[in-house]
């Protein structure tokens, strides 16, 4: 893998990327929220070789730093195609986790066409009409919430909250110490990302997946409602939902092999 750099107005994008073949699938792996491109770790020395792969660092996040936080959902999807096209990236299959998951919707609404197929792990669907309006003031509220909960008792929560195994509880533990010393720039971190995701749920737009799509959960996602919203979104789009038992939120963590395997023959399929 090789690191590069993508300059926004905002700040420096810090991503990884391996290319066999340009004109093959893309593998493009989004972590979720106060995570970074560690996440995929498991992922990526599977696929690397096999396919082109490549991982970003969020705006804001970890190498992706300093950066300024007047950034929405829909400018992270364009920056997001603006690194593909700096890759010469002709069909890019994202693999969203979490927040991932939300901006490869997000890419999906602006650029319907470009998409070869779309992951959700532990993600939910961007439309309005899943989501209360007391979840929405709450998603808008929450960096204060980060700011004052003791550090040692938010890296608990963290890590134990996201993942079931050692590994996926101790890489997060890893990814979370990034803003060790900084609890101010990791509240803010979190705080802006739930509050642009409620400012594009507002938007009320179809967010429709038009690509061949899958969904992974992990039956003991506690995150949220992930696992109600895992159960709509596929009955109300038919998207095949997999559901990955003994795992938590960061399932392709906690179930790599499990996970790889899905994408796997999900990239077979298409």
């Given at each position: ?33 106060t ?53 010469n ?6 693999v ?21 197929g ?18 929405i ?90 696992v ?18 003994g ?24």
């Amino acid at each position: 893998m090789k690191e590069k750099t993508y300059s926004t107005r905002s700040g420096v994008i810090h991503y990884w990327t391996h290319v066999v073949d340009a004109n093959s699938i893309t593998i493009v792996f989004l972590p979720g929220l106060t995570a970074d491109h560690r996440l995929f770790d498991k992922q990526i020395s599977y696929f690397e070789g096999r396919y082109n792969v490549l991982v970003w660092d969020a705006p804001a996040h970890a190498a992706s730093w300093p950066f300024t936080f007047d950034f929405n959902l829909m400018n992270k999807a364009q920056w997001l195609d603006g690194i593909l096209e700096q890759e010469n990236i002709k069909n890019p299959m994202i693999v969203g986790q979490s927040m991932g998951g939300y901006v490869g919707q997000a890419y999906a609404q602006l650029y319907p066409d470009k998409l070869s197929g779309f992951i959700s792990i532990d993600s939910a669907p961007l439309q309005r009409k899943y989501v209360t309006e007391i979840e929405i003031w709450l998603l808008k509220r929450m960096e204060p919430v980060y700011y004052h909960y003791p550090w040692k008792s938010l890296l608990k929560a963290g890590t134990n909250g996201v993942a079931t195994s050692e590994y996926g509880r101790q890489l997060m533990r890893e990814m979370m110490m990034v803003y060790d010393g900084d609890k101010k720039r990791y509240a803010q971190l979190a705080g802006h990302g739930f509050y642009i995701l409620a400012e594009a749920m507002e938007m009320d737009l179809p967010y429709e997946i038009k690509c061949p799509a899958l969904l992974i959960c992990g039956e003991q996602d506690h995150a949220g409602s992930c696992v109600r919203y895992n159960k709509a979104w596929h009955k109300n789009t038919s998207i095949p939902l997999e559901w990955i038992k003994g795992a938590g939120h960061n399932s392709n963590t906690d179930k790599p092999d499990i996970v790889n395997r899905l994408i796997e023959n999900f990239i077979k399929k298409i």
